[in-house]
């Protein structure tokens, strides 16, 4: 399997997309992981329809960057080529995206190809679409290699009560996560406990307010990692995870769902909050979404509800790069609403 990024020009990218076998060549199967298209202004028309079609179509992520001897982008580069997964206005963030997707090319080719087909999908049918890649990935051989070589934690439960705390004051209903020696991973436990709750306000209209939060260091460290791939039946966890899925649940109370995030904010820990209608967080909150390394897409509903709020580029540059996103720029891009001190 390839696992390798290739560098063009821009002018001879745009050569050879217009070739009839560009798919088969810019792809793992032809040895593509990543397509990098270097931009050193030379070329100053739009992408003629055949090219932009080309780029929408390609299995491979695409990114265009300046040149090494050029050092930002054009701004209006974004606006020539629509198509393209994540323009960077820079090289500094290229090294991490090579890594990452030379590491894990077919979680990297999913997870793109993923967020192309959901940036014109309905929350729902995101979610569904989501679900299928999530699954396909499990059963693939880049997160078996994953799991092989990340032991189990078998870290102990020692907080007294439910994984998540419920809790009504008149019209506010409080939801928190309560498992702080986990960094409230976001367990199977802690998914039934969210859902079930979260049809309180569908069955209670005088319910005008829902106050999300967690106790402890982190809002939520992601996915509880011993229970990765614990299913043997890819085909009822699909229909578990379309059926029970806290990120529907937010996203039918939106407009009435407030979350305030802290500390650690890495998958399900960005993708659920990204649901609600408001968002503040923590002045030393930080988002992340790691799982591509581990050859997984977003799997609590991340490449719906994260698209909606900061767009299907940024969303696939946080994903193919894993970076930390501090809450400065989470506030510039719309992540979240407001930072609280």
């Known amino acids: ?55 929408r179509q390609l299995p491979c992520p ?87 070589r990340t032991p189990l934690m078998n870290k102990a439960i020692v907080s007294d009560g439910p994984p998540v705390l419920v809790s009504r004051e008149q019209s506010v209903l409080r939801l928190v996560f309560n498992r702080p020696e986990i960094r409230n991973a976001f367990s199977y436990a802690a998914r039934d406990a969210l859902v079930e709750a979260l049809q309180l306000p569908l ?48 996203n039918r109370s939106r407009e009435r769902a407030f979350a305030r995030v802290h500390g650690a904010c890495i998958g399900a820990g960005v993708e659920l909050p990204s649901f609600c209608g408001h968002v503040t967080a923590a002045r030393e909150t930080f988002f992340q979404l790691p799982e591509i390394a581990m050859g997984l897409c977003p799997g609590a509903g991340g490449t719906a509800s994260i698209p909606a709020r900061i767009g299907r580029e940024r969303t696939t540059y946080m994903a193919l790069s894993a970076e930390r996103i501090d809450t400065e720029r989470a506030l510039a891009w719309g992540l979240i609403d407001k930072l609280e001190d």
């Not at 390839?2 to 032809?30: H, K, N, Y």
């Not at 087909?117 to 989501?130: K, N, Q, T, Y």
């Not at 509880?224 to 806290?246: I, K, P, W, Y």
Request: proline share 4%; hydrophobic share 40%; with cysteine.
């Open 203 to 250: 069955l209670d209209d005088s319910i005008e307010r829902i106050e999300f939060s967690a106790v402890g260091s982190s809002f939520c460290s992601g996915g509880h990692l011993d229970e990765f791939g614990s299913l043997s039946d890819a085909v009822s966890a699909h229909a578990t995870r379309t059926t029970r899925s806290a990120g529907a649940e937010l």
């Open 62 to 148: 695409t990114l265009l960057c300046p040149t090494e001897s050029h050092a930002v982008l054009e701004a209006n580069r974004r606006e020539y080529f629509p198509h393209i997964d994540v323009v960077l206005d820079d090289r500094k963030a290229l090294p991490n995206i090579v890594d990452n997707a030379g590491a894990a090319p077919l979680a990297a080719l999913t997870t793109v190809q993923l967020l192309r087909h959901s940036r014109a999908r309905s929350i729902p049918e995101g979610l569904f679409a989501e679900s299928l890649a999530y699954g396909i990935l499990q059963a693939g051989p880049e997160f078996a290699s994953w799991r092989k």
């Open 1 to 55: 399997m390839a696992s390798v990024a290739r560098f063009l020009s821009l002018g001879e990218g745009i050569r050879l997309l217009e070739s009839p076998d560009a798919r088969e060549e810019f792809s793992t199967l032809g040895g593509t992981a990543l397509l990098v298209l270097e931009d050193d202004g030379s070329v100053q028309e739009p992408a003629s329809r055949k090219v932009s079609e080309a780029l």
